[in-house]
């Protein structure tokens, strides 16, 4: 089954590579280390731990498990590798002086895998949230190392996904050692594609355990000062967003009454989508379907101007900046939640202490969501028909606007929320600590 497995996704990237190489701004940087051509990693006898994330969302949840492991094992080295560039750029932002090396997973094939194992030749590996990849597994574990799901979740589309070749995924997962699920739900899913159930423990999400970084703080600032917010109208942040949802936003937005309208602070998830959302939002304007006065734009990224503080929308096109705006904002809306994505994050703005919106598809994060829902924390919208959308974002927003008691109300709820699910990490470093 390995085999038919290795050749599907030979296929498969040769199917890939014109893409590759149309898009090579995006898929170079890593390209061939993701073929197995690493920098020499010099080993020094000390244990070796590896921790993958896959992208921005990822890497940020893994903040404090970086410095737990940090705290927890000191005699151990960290190697910590992402799958895409984004990712890459928030792990050296972040990480650069907390880890050993910061890499590129390797595609997973034989010869790939072998070479990264063999040059980092970790102890032990832990994958964040559900990476499940044949081939490191199995390489890995006849290498000798140990691996970990941490943090993990499981959606009901990922495990009807899983169960079409369940004989296949149980020998995978056999070779997993232990798998830390955020919540009885994800265990259930796991334990249903055939992991043995003495290796699954509910750990919690990590993500509950987000603190403010102090470096954090400091670009708050820069931001309050640069966009005077903290001396202007209300802030509202559109976090994460994906392509339709900027559209919708936008429309909601002008549609607001110009007494209560507040600034719009848009960041897309997606950095390759700067350039379209920016002319998108530029374009609007003129559109008859603005309702409002002309608003206006300026970017993140464009020389600061002395008119910055007065800009109506304001597109955060930058890379790892997202929090750092979160404590600036009166509402943040979660993106990826207005279409069946499945959601961003929602746990960073909570952190903050902030009225959340989101949509209506938040599979991805089923476990919190639940949680927020159930303790009047968060808004969800109802699934409607794309025709809708606008007009009940446009009466969330307004409504939250006009009231300054429900804004904070849900801000109370959902900080209180943070502060009463916290723990993950420690609960997951225990549980570590019996595979040294």
């Known amino acids: 089954m390995l085999f038919l497995y290795s050749l599907v996704l030979t296929i498969g990237f040769l199917l890939m590579l014109p893409l590759f190489l149309m898009r090579r701004e995006k898929y170079a940087a890593g390209f061939r280390q993701r073929l197995g051509n690493y920098p020499k990693f010099e080993l020094d006898g000390?244990?070796?731990?590896?921790?993958?994330?896959?992208?921005?969302?990822?890497?940020?949840?893994?903040?404090?498990?970086?410095?737990?492991?940090?705290?927890?094992?000191?005699?151990?080295?960290?190697?910590?590798?992402?799958?895409?560039?984004?990712?890459q750029e928030l792990a050296h932002k972040v990480f650069a002086d907390k880890t050993d090396a910061i890499i590129y997973f390797p595609f997973d094939f034989k010869f790939s895998v072998?070479?990264?194992?063999?040059?980092?030749?970790?102890?032990?590996?832990?994958?964040m949230e559900t990476e499940i990849w044949p081939r490191f597994i199995r390489e890995a574990k006849s290498n000798g190392s140990k691996v970990a799901i941490v943090n993990g979740r499981l959606s009901e589309r990922s495990v009807g996904r899983y169960t079409k070749v369940r004989?296949?995924?149980?020998?995978?997962?056999?070779?997993?050692?232990?798998?830390?699920?955020?919540?009885?739900?994800?265990?259930?899913?796991?334990?249903?594609?055939?992991?043995?159930?003495?290796?699954?423990?509910?750990?919690?999400?990590?993500?509950?355990?987000?603190?403010?970084?102090?470096?954090?703080?400091?670009?708050?600032?820069?931001?309050?000062?640069?966009f005077e917010i903290s001396n202007n109208r209300p802030l509202l942040v559109a976090a994460s967003t994906h392509e339709r949802e900027e559209r919708w936003l936008l429309e909601a937005y002008c549609s607001l009454d110009a007494a209560i309208r507040p600034r719009l602070m848009m960041a897309p998830r997606h950095p390759e989508r700067f350039d379209s959302v920016a002319k998108m939002v530029d374009e609007f304007r003129n559109d008859p379907a603005c309702e409002g006065t002309d608003y206006s734009f300026v970017r993140r990224s464009e020389k600061q101007a002395a008119s910055d503080g007065e800009k109506d929308v304001i597109l955060l096109d930058s890379i790892g900046e997202l929090r750092a705006a979160y404590p600036l904002a009166e509402i943040v809306f979660v993106g990826g939640s207005l279409i069946p994505h499945g959601g961003q994050s929602v746990l960073e703005p909570a952190a903050a202490g902030k009225a959340i919106v989101t949509g209506p598809y938040t599979h991805n994060f089923e476990e919190a969501v639940r949680v927020f829902l159930s303790n009047n924390?968060?808004?969800?919208?109802?699934?409607?028909?794309?025709?809708?959308?606008?007009?009940?974002?446009?009466?969330?927003?307004?409504?939250?606007?006009?009231?300054?008691?429900?804004?904070?109300?849900?801000?109370?709820n959902a900080a209180s929320v943070i502060k009463a699910n916290r723990g993950a990490t420690r609960k997951t470093m225990e549980m570590l600590s019996r595979l040294k």
């Open 167 to 226: 004989p296949f995924i149980s020998r995978v997962l056999a070779d997993v050692d232990l798998a830390l699920m955020q919540g009885q739900n994800d265990a259930n899913r796991l334990m249903s594609l055939g992991i043995n159930s003495s290796k699954v423990s509910v750990t919690g999400n990590i993500k509950f355990d987000v603190s403010v970084d102090p470096n954090e703080a400091e670009l708050t600032q820069m931001l309050d000062l640069r």
């Open 377 to 412: 924390a968060i808004i969800q919208l109802s699934e409607l028909p794309d025709e809708a959308v606008v007009d009940e974002l446009f009466m969330k927003i307004s409504d939250l606007l006009e009231s300054d008691e429900r804004r904070n109300e849900l801000g109370r």
């Open 114 to 127: 072998r070479k990264a194992l063999a040059n980092y030749k970790p102890s032990l590996i832990l994958l």
């Open 46 to 87: 000390r244990p070796v731990i590896w921790l993958h994330c896959v992208s921005v969302g990822e890497t940020n949840a893994a903040r404090p498990l970086v410095d737990a492991i940090r705290e927890n094992f000191p005699a151990h080295r960290l190697v910590f590798s992402t799958t895409t560039k984004t990712g």
